[in-house]
């Protein structure tokens, strides 16, 4: 039995790369600035490369993303995984009919829209944003997702914030990050 020889960058520390940023934006919050990963080459191959292998065996056909962090990383993913990708964005920013969702932040309420003919019943869609920290945007774009009839098959992140409980928020959905904090 032969195994598959190891890539060079399967040691590679893209948690490394994350900058935490103390009191910010407010005082005893930690911001997790992932910033670094898209200015270095290696590690956006890495992260790209991870989150593929992490959702492959999901069948996705359609990656969805929020405005703007979530289209960072969305497309190239998509592309990895052989599917296409769906822009949910900021009220007004589409020019076609569209259907929305408003979802509550931490601080009042948003909303996203995507285009109405765009995704058809029962498409395999993964949901993909950079950060999942209380679930509220993730848990607004399933919801996008299954009004047009297609099925969330899985949500992907770069960075969780499991102390925040996001995780729960998006049950029974199957969630996949790359780097998890616990505290």
């Known amino acids: 039995m032969s195994t598959a020889p190891s890539s060079p960058d399967d040691d590679f ?3 490394s790369c994350v900058v935490d940023l103390p009191d910010h934006p407010v005082p005893g919050v930690t911001f997790r600035d992932i910033t670094p990963i898209f200015a270095d080459p290696r590690a956006l191959a890495v992260a790209v490369d991870r989150m593929a292998t992490a959702t492959r065996d999901l069948g996705v056909q359609q990656v969805i993303g929020a405005e703007a962090r979530g289209f960072l990383l969305g497309p190239a993913l998509a592309r990895e995984l052989d599917a296409g990708f769906i822009l949910a ?3 007004g920013k589409l020019p076609r009919d569209t259907i929305a969702v ?3 932040l ?3 309420q948003d909303e996203l829209q995507v285009h109405a003919d765009l995704l058809a019943p029962g498409t395999r869609v993964l949901v993909h944003d950079d950060l999942l920290a209380t679930g509220g945007t993730a848990s607004a774009l399933c919801r ?3 009004r047009l009839g297609g099925e969330v098959v ?3 992140f770069i960075v969780e914030l499991a102390f925040l409980k996001g995780r729960d928020a998006l ?3 199957e969630v996949r990050s790359l780097i998890t904090y616990e505290d």
């Open 171 to 173: 049950a029974p959905h």
């Open 154 to 156: 899985g949500l992907s």
């Open 144 to 146: 996008l997702v299954e």
């Open 13 to 15: 520390d893209l948690r």
């Open 106 to 108: 931490e601080y009042g």
């Open 89 to 91: 964005r900021k009220p």
């Open 102 to 104: 408003t979802y509550d």
